[in-house]
């Protein structure tokens, strides 16, 4: 089992840049394949990256592609996701997750976090 807590979310105007950070418990972060999700009021989550175990695969959702960046240090099990020329539309709440096999569907993950609020202003 793994814990997650995510951190750095705040607010933000429009073209600014954010690093989120989710901390992992235990001793198996290594085993788990790391997504980002977001969910902005009434709409449903949608998957916005993942990683693989070692890190040498990235996944972004088209509408961050270019503009966000997932990252992983197993030593400090942590998974960043530096978040730059951000807009409106990328207001939300975004959480970590961990799955054991490479997938953007939220049901495949595993264990979440409680999610952190990024706010991009106008």
């Known amino acids: 089992q793994v814990q997650l807590v995510e951190s750095g979310g705040g607010l933000v105007q429009a073209g600014g840049s954010l690093r989120l950070s989710c901390a992992a418990s235990g001793r198996t972060f290594s085993s788990y394949v790391m997504g980002w999700f977001r969910q902005a009021p009434g709409k449903e989550r949608e998957f916005v990256a993942a990683?693989?175990?070692?890190?040498?695969?990235?996944y972004y959702a088209d509408s961050v592609k270019g503009r966000f960046t997932i990252s992983r240090d197993n030593a400090k099990n942590t998974v960043y996701l530096q978040m730059s020329s951000l807009k409106p539309e990328d207001t939300a709440v975004y959480s970590c997750?961990?799955?054991?096999?490479?997938?953007?569907?939220?049901?495949?993950?595993?264990?979440w976090g409680q999610g952190t609020q990024v706010t991009v202003s106008s």
């Open positions: 997750a961990a799955s054991f096999k490479i997938t953007s569907t939220a049901y495949e993950y595993d264990y």
């Open positions: 990683i693989t175990w070692s890190g040498g695969n990235t």
